[in-house]
């Protein structure tokens, strides 16, 4: 039955200053306080003080909609507040074990109209989250805009990437925030020496939000919009995703923070014994730089042959899964009006046979579905194609939406948001783990559904292909932004600096012009260290397994455990240099990594185990590196100079970080008998 529920213009007019109070929530420490008032017109305003000084103010007027007044003339029915103290654990993250520690406050909101309006807020000390929770009387409605606003209490320095309701494939800006016209989020700040983030956490059926400016300090959120214009249909019964302000004393206290994993609901998935972190190799990189091709041609990338060759890599690697790419029919439409074909290979890919072959060598087989964005046909596909995956042993699926969805659909509307979670949790129904390319941002929907593992949602290492790629100072950004959000899948790992651009491939030359760009803008210590630093529980080793084959730095890969128990970002400065250490086992890794500028950083150890001698083995650039000629005719140190040795150190011990411009480091510590402590290798 469609209750109607009609706006009444006049009942806004008249319901000003209702009713007007003052409600505030301090984070356990004290130190986030948290006003709610109501301003003039019955919207409720959260004023966001820090150490007594006033960060932000976020007008939280609600949603609109064609059928109710959901934003004014409220008035306050009901304050109820809750205090929560506790430790939960997940199968896998940065850390095993988080704490959740936070203050409630659930203001009850009426207004005329006969709207209740929940506005929940969470104050935790790393930060806080609230979101709006309607009764309407609705069956449902049509959401038009949200008006959440946020003001900013003076100016400071912003890092983010421009709104955009298509893709997150866009280089970071440092800019000033009154500088910003639009902006993605995570959307990270420095006020004073204040940090903060601005993202959502637990985005299921709405649309994602971006930031628009209103005027020189302050943003309002704009959701990205269906076809048909309108945002989101939704019951008269509903809640929206968490908006949520991390907020830290220092830049690594943004990483170490996990509030966006506190802000989502508990794991929903009964038996987590088949989800597991793993290292990777694939067939990949050879498409993106053009020696290789997803299509069946003389190239093909995913022939029975190279796929046995990748198993055994993998089985003698220490490396637990292999992707292929361009195993499955329908590449040749990609593009155009694609139709892949989920379950059936191409004729010189033998999937029964690769599938046996893997099983018997230990090796978990990935499956990739290239979707080129064509939802409706994928969910036609997924259980047919899941299943069929499950039978073979597959318990990893790479999804991709490299192309336009049907009829204007953006990539982070309701109907993909919609979609994505569709999948997931198709996914989890046959006992698979995802890693989602060109997905939906990562709001914290891995603590509820655990096999939503990684995914990309930034510019990642296939740029470095057909474009100038990513530089060392976005690479010291990303962690202070996309990664907040999450684990990301960006595919670290390139030992062949100067790859050979590929321009004598044919095809290739349409897919870039000025090829000479393409190399890679880091050392190759750096390479090394972003598999510590880039956190993916799906960690990939992304080059050509030939570069790899013989190459003593290789050794670091094989020691990397990508199922860390811990971590803790060590030092960073956003888009200028980052320190993080892990824990898996007994065992810890650090990766460093420098903007161009070359850098020492020196951290303690204390995060070692007290009273346990371990061997630093350490991977590093080389301080002596000749100049070489780069392929776009500079000169430069030769970035694939490195040095590998070993140390014996405690955790009373500190350490010196040396990284040469572009550069970075990584160090694996075991617990150990004392070594050598020299130098092992020197190449
Ligand atoms: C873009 C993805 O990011 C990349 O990893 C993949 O190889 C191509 N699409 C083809 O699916
Ligand atoms: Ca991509």
Redesign the pocket.
């Known amino acids: 039955m469609t209750i109607p529920c009609a706006v009444s213009v006049a009942a806004v007019m008249t319901a000003v200053c209702a009713c007007s109070a003052d409600v505030s929530t301090s984070s356990p420490d004290g130190n986030i306080k948290v006003g709610i008032m109501l301003d003039s017109c019955g919207t409720p305003v959260l004023s966001v003080a820090v150490s007594g000084k006033e960060l932000i103010s976020i007008e939280s007027s609600g949603l609109e909609a064609d059928e109710a007044v959901l934003s004014h003339g409220f008035s306050i029915a009901d304050v109820s507040r809750s205090r929560t103290d506790l430790t939960w654990t997940q199968p896998w993250g940065e850390n095993r074990t988080v704490r959740d520690n936070h203050r409630e406050t659930a203001v009850l909101l009426t207004n005329p109209d006969g709207v209740r309006l929940t506005l929940r807020l969470r104050v935790f000390d790393d930060g806080l989250g609230f979101r709006y929770e309607y009764e309407t009387g609705c069956d449902s409605l049509t959401v038009t805009a949200e008006n959440t606003r946020f003001r900013f209490a003076e100016d400071g320095m912003s890092w983010s990437i421009p709104g955009n309701f298509e893709t997150y494939?866009l280089d970071t800006r440092e800019l000033p925030v009154s500088m910003v016209e639009t902006a993605n989020t995570p959307f990270t700040f420095r006020i004073g020496d204040m940090y903060g983030s601005i993202h959502e956490a637990a985005l299921y059926d709405f649309p994602e939000m971006n930031l628009y400016r209103c005027d020189s300090l302050s943003f309002r959120t704009e959701l990205a919009p269906m076809p048909e214009g309108y945002k989101a249909r939704v019951p008269g019964v509903f809640r929206t995703p968490w908006r949520s302000l991390q907020i830290a004393p220092d830049a690594v206290g943004l990483i170490n923070s996990s509030l966006i994993l506190n802000l989502n609901d508990p794991c929903a998935i009964e038996d987590v014994s088949w989800i597991q972190p793993q290292k990777y190799v694939g067939v990949w990189w050879g498409m993106h730089l053009g020696t290789h091709t997803w299509t069946c041609d003389s190239r093909h990338g995913a022939t029975t042959e190279n796929a046995l060759r990748h198993i055994d890599f993998a089985a003698e690697n220490n490396i637990e899964g292999v992707l292929f790419e361009g195993w499955n029919k329908g590449w040749e439409s990609w593009g155009g009006r694609q139709h892949f074909n989920y379950i059936e290979p191409y004729p010189d890919f033998d999937l029964e046979m690769v599938a046996e072959y893997a099983a018997e060598k230990g090796v978990s087989l990935w499956m990739h579905n290239e979707t080129g964005g064509s939802i409706f046909e994928y969910e036609a596909a997924l259980d047919t194609a899941f299943a069929g995956y499950a039978s073979l042993g597959v318990h990893v699926v790479k999804t991709?939406y490299?192309g336009g969805m049907p009829g204007n659909i953006r990539h982070h509307s309701q109907r993909a948001v919609q979609h994505y979670q569709k999948v997931v949790e198709a996914a989890a129904a046959h006992q698979i783990m995802l890693d989602v390319?060109?997905p939906i941002k990562e709001t914290g929907i891995r603590r509820t559904w655990p096999n939503m593992m990684t995914r990309?949602g930034a510019k990642?290492m296939?740029w470095n292909a057909w474009s100038a790629g990513n530089t060392s100072e976005y690479l010291c950004t990303i962690p202070f932004v996309r990664l907040l959000s999450g684990p990301m899948d960006y595919t670290p790992g390139i030992f062949d600096i100067y790859y050979e651009t590929a321009s004598s491939f044919p095809g290739r030359e349409e897919w870039n012009g000025d090829n000479s760009q393409c190399y890679i803008k880091t050392t190759i210590a750096r390479q090394i260290a972003n598999w510590v630093i880039l956190y993916s529980p799906l960690q990939m080793a992304a080059d050509l397994i030939e570069n790899y084959e013989g190459h003593p730095a290789f050794r670091f890969f094989r020691d990397f455990d990508a199922d860390c128990d811990w971590s803790r970002a060590l030092a960073g400065e956003i888009g200028d240099y980052i320190v993080v250490a892990r824990r898996a086992g007994d065992r810890f890794f650090v990766g460093a990594g420098t903007d161009s500028e070359a850098r020492t950083v020196t951290v303690s150890l204390d995060f070692l185990e007290p009273g346990v001698t371990y061997r630093a083995d350490i991977y590093a650039d080389e301080p002596e590196a000749p100049e070489v000629l780069q392929p776009d005719g500079t000169m430069a140190p030769d970035k694939r100079a490195f040095r590998i040795f070993s140390r014996t150190v405690t955790s009373s011990d500190s350490m010196d970080i040396r990284m040469a411009g572009d550069g970075g480091q990584a160090i694996v510590f075991s617990p150990d008998t004392p070594h050598a402590g020299t130098e092992a290798d020197r190449i």
């Open positions: 494939e991709g490299a390319h060109e990309e990642g296939e």
